[in-house]
């Protein structure tokens, strides 16, 4: 079983910066995709970026694309979410996602597709 956990939330200004990380333990961590997801007070949970295997393809939401940087330590089991140019409306509990698969190079943007999931953490944008 993998565990994930979330770090790096937390409150800044709009036009600001925060980096999420996530770390992976438990059963060796090998050929999975990662997401980030996300999820504001009163709506539906919502993808954000995901990250293949090899880390050569990365998707982004419309939302945050250009803003928004997935990225992957595979040494250290870590993906992280480097967040620039922060909006209000970027408020809300971060999740990160892990699914194993065959194909390095896949990218999964389907949250049902994921089988595991970390507590999440809040990040909140002041404007």
């Known amino acids: 079983q993998v565990q994930l956990v979330e770090s790096g939330g937390g409150l800044v200004q709009a036009g600001g910066s925060l980096r999420l990380s996530c770390a992976a333990s438990?059963?060796?961590?090998?050929?999975?995709?990662m997401g980030w997801f996300r999820q504001a007070p009163g709506k539906e949970r919502e993808f954000v970026a995901a990250?293949?295997?090899?880390?050569?393809?990365?998707l982004y939401a419309d939302s945050v694309k250009g803003r928004f940087t997935i990225s992957r330590d595979i040494g250290k089991n870590t993906v992280y979410l480097q967040m620039n140019s922060l909006k209000p409306e970027d408020t809300a509990v971060y999740y990160c996602?892990?699914?194993?698969?065959?194909?390095?190079?896949?990218?999964?943007?389907?949250?049902?597709?994921?089988?595991?999931w970390g507590q999440g953490t809040q990040v909140t944008v002041s404007s």
């Open positions: 996602a892990a699914e194993s698969v065959r194909d390095i190079g896949r990218v999964i943007e389907n949250e049902y597709e994921y089988d595991h």
């Open positions: 438990g059963r060796t961590f090998s050929n999975y995709a």
């Open positions: 990250n293949s295997w090899s880390g050569d393809y990365s």
